[in-house]
C-alpha cells in the first residue's frame, strides 16, 4: 500500500510581508518538520526552524515536534512579543487613572 500525503500549509508574518506556504507531506508528519521541510528560513532568515513556537489556527501548540498534523491545517510561526500585554495594560490603566485624576 502506497503512503499516502496531505497538504499543509506553513505561515509565517511580520508587519510588513508574510508568507504562507503550501505543501504536500507524508501523513503522520510533525508541525515542527512541517516547518523545517517548508524550507521557510529562505524567505527569512531569522527563523530557526529548530526551536520557533508554533501553532495552528491561532491556538499555540506547547509540543509542536510530538502534535501531527492533519490535512489542511496551517502551522504558524510564532515571532517574540515586542511588548508584554500585561505591561501594556498596566501603564495604560495607569494613565486612564492620572486623566481622571486631572478631572
Do not use: N, W
Not at 18 to 37: D, E, F, H
Request: hydrophobic residues 40%; aromatic residues 4%; contains cysteine.
Amino acid at each position: 500500500m502506497a503512503d499516502k500525503s496531505i497538504v499543509v500549509e506553513v505561515a509565517y508574518a511580520l508587519p510588513y510581508k508574510q508568507k504562507i506556504l503550501s505543501l504536500t507531506v507524508p501523513q503522520g508528519t510533525s508541525m515542527r518538520a512541517a516547518v523545517r521541510l517548508s524550507g521557510i528560513e529562505q524567505h527569512f532568515p531569522e527563523v530557526d526552524p529548530e526551536s520557533c513556537p508554533l501553532g495552528v489556527f491561532g491556538k499555540a501548540v506547547p509540543k509542536p515536534d510530538e502534535r501531527v498534523l492533519e490535512a489542511g491545517e496551517r502551522v504558524e510561526i510564532y515571532r517574540p512579543l515586542i511588548a508584554d500585554p500585561k505591561e501594556v495594560r498596566k501603564q495604560r490603566a495607569a494613565k486612564a487613572k492620572a486623566a481622571k485624576a486631572e478631572e
